[in-house]
């Protein structure tokens, strides 16, 4: 956060908190229980607030829609996602899709713009079923012994089985529960760094940084394994893999190093996998307390399925089981925040926003904006019609983001996330585990923090 206020009193600058700590600001609380300390202050001052860190170090917290809009769309060439977002999530991703920038950046996404075409999706979702049909024999052994189990480990092996093959080709599912636990780790490790913490340098053998780097050579082994394998072949698939292997500089018609192929390829697996796995984790614990949306859940997908499978092609006669997920995203958006930095002055809203300054947009409470949603806890799909969606703002709904770096995969998530759901809701009633905690892990991601027990009862 790297920001000095100006001093001219004609610039109107955005109202702070009151109680900040005369050295510190707002550097606690914010560590401590930032979801919780943001909800706070978004009831209590509105839509554009102040916070100060250490002195002389402040930020916005920006949650209006039309205010979301003029950063991510109307004067998105003002705004970058700056060291606070980029360093830390450059420690795991490298130069990816994700942290890079300018002209590079959009080479690399021109590059993979095809693979997530419709006519690609389309192709994917054989593979989503089929990757879930490999885990019925497991539910249904669960579900005639009534034993309870983490769902949030199932939905993150199963999406990261299917992120492998559909984008690369590559089964990683033997390796998925160590993937996985490396990345929790790697994540939490991100998460925390973007937080106002004195920093420590990675060199330095702190316990925290010793187990991060253990947890990014684990990644790294699985991602190299990919590339070597690959590159070994005479005959690769067409995949998205083998684009950017195929990919040449323009001037000087060098391919992608193994460096450049890494960075590229663990963005889009830790992308691909996180963030669907956590949408479907709480969309099966919405099952759990909303018995009428299970069951129309169910209806719809027992008309149309029939006891199959289902196809992309099913999902255009499955409207409600899309509504679901998109109404899980918004009160529970795995990606819940989104930096950015203000390269130069700007206004927002009326206030003065200077250069440099760090503008955090905020899924979770825009997506809670009750002048956008009516009694914005409820769940209701109902919200997600073509004619309801239509009437909102643009940017009241944004769980991918917007602007010219919008979500790449976001109808792959979309798809893949409505075809395991319509499958669950086929087969299973969905019960929470007795006495089961429920509560959030916002380190990163917006993660169940204790994952979630479920019991599954196998329907006639």
């Given at each position: 956060m790297e920001a000095t206020l100006p001093t001219s009193s004609e610039k109107r600058l955005a109202p702070m908190p009151?109680?900040?700590?005369w050295l510190f600001g707002s550097f606690l609380p914010v560590r401590n229980d930032l979801l919780n300390f943001y909800t706070r202050a978004f009831r209590e001052m509105g839509d554009i607030i102040r916070f100060r860190g250490l002195p002389g170090l402040y930020w916005h917290l920006v949650l209006h829609p039309s205010h979301v809009e003029h950063v991510l769309l109307r004067n998105q060439q003002n705004y970058r996602k700056g060291k606070v977002f980029d360093g830390p999530i450059g420690l795991i991703t490298g130069n990816g899709l994700l942290t890079s920038d300018g002209d590079f950046w959009r080479r690399q996404r021109k590059l993979m713009q095809p693979s997530f075409h419709r006519q690609a999706l389309a192709g994917f979702a054989a593979t989503m079923t089929e990757e879930t049909e490999k885990l019925l024999p497991r539910w249904d052994a669960l579900a005639a012994q009534g034993a309870p189990f983490d769902i949030a480990q199932d939905m993150a092996a199963l999406t990261l089985s299917i992120a492998g093959l559909t984008l690369f080709s590559t089964p990683v599912g033997e390796e998925a529960d160590a993937f996985g636990r490396s990345l929790r780790l790697a994540f939490d490790f991100v998460g925390f760094k973007m937080r106002p913490t004195l920093p420590v340098p990675l060199w330095v053998p702190t316990p925290a940084n010793l187990r991060f780097k253990a947890a990014r050579r684990?990644?790294?082994?699985?991602v190299y394994r990919i590339i070597e394998t690959r590159r070994k072949q005479l005959a690769p698939p067409p995949d998205l893999l083998s684009m950017l292997m195929a990919a040449r500089d323009e001037e000087t018609g060098a391919g992608m190093s193994d460096e450049q192929l890494r960075d590229e390829i663990i963005t889009l697996l830790l992308a691909g996998h996180e963030t669907t796995?956590?949408?479907?984790?709480?969309a099966a614990y919405i099952l759990t307390q909303e018995p009428a949306v299970a069951e129309r859940l169910h209806d719809e997908a027992a008309s149309v399925l029939r006891g199959a499978a289902p196809t992309a092609d099913d999902l255009r006669r499955m409207p409600y089981a899309r509504m679901v997920i998109e109404e899980t995203m918004r009160l529970y958006p795995p990606a819940w925040g989104l930096p950015r930095e203000a390269i130069n002055d700007d206004e927002i809203g009326g206030y003065?926003?200077?250069?440099?300054?760090?503008?955090?947009?905020?899924?979770?409470?825009t997506h809670r904006h009750p002048d956008f949603w009516e009694d914005p806890e409820r769940f209701d799909p109902e919200r997600f019609t073509p004619e309801r969606a239509a009437a909102r703002p643009m940017f009241a709904y944004f769980p991918f983001g917007g602007g010219q770096r919008v979500c790449i995969g976001s109808q792959f998530a979309l798809m893949e996330a409505a075809l395991v759901l319509a499958r669950l809701a086929q087969r299973y009633r969905i019960r929470l585990a007795p006495q089961h905690p429920i509560e959030f892990d916002t380190m990163f991601t917006l993660r169940p923090k204790h994952g979630?027990?479920?019991?599954?009862?196998?329907?006639?």
């Open positions: 009151r109680g900040q700590h684990r990644l790294d082994a699985t796995a956590i949408t479907l984790t709480w003065h926003i200077p250069g440099r300054t760090l503008v955090a947009l905020n899924q979770f409470l979630v027990q479920v019991i599954f009862e196998r329907r006639a």
